[in-house]
């Protein structure tokens, strides 16, 4: 669990998996530095991206964290929610966001997508391994969002 842990907390980015219009998988590499336990993440982004738009038809997604020099990776299959509500805006909001958003933390292009995982697998030093709901779910437990203030 640790190993698991460490991989997600020292991740500055991971890899959003998502199925387009026309049923084709599609990959973008988000900034993913809001996280709470090992299941659930928020990703700032644009509204009006293709993912987002593709997202909002069809929530089903995959994240990958890798460490490439530790040849270790997770990759967690769930839902991702898109969210406009104030408090995901501000969680992740930071000084300098206004080149990407002009009209400030309530731009209508700016939302969060929570990523919430349902399981997942593991591979790295210790071997590999599934992540079942269950193991999420005891880990997630209690937890608070880690990340910016």
């Known amino acids: 669990m640790e190993e698991i842990k460490a991989l997600v907390d020292n991740a500055e980015t991971a890899d959003l998996g998502f199925l387009d219009s026309e049923g084709m998988p599609q990959v973008r590499r988000v900034f993913c530095t809001c ?4 299941g659930r993440h928020l990703i700032s982004t644009n509204t009006s991206s293709m993912h987002v738009q593709e997202l909002l038809k069809n929530g089903n997604a995959c994240l990958y964290f890798a460490d490439g020099d530790k040849f ?20 992740l909001w930071h000084e300098g966001d206004e080149m990407y958003y002009p009209g400030g933390v309530t731009d209508e292009d700016y939302c969060v997508l929570e990523f919430i995982a349902e399981k997942g697998r593991f591979y790295g030093n210790l071997g590999k391994g599934d992540v079942t709901s269950e193991m999420l779910e005891s880990w997630d437990d209690g937890a608070e969002w880690i990340g910016p203030a």
């Open 35 to 38: 996280h709470k336990g090992v």
């Open 72 to 91: 270790q990776g997770l990759c967690l299959t769930g839902q991702a929610v898109c969210h406009q509500e104030s408090f995901y805006r501000e969680k």
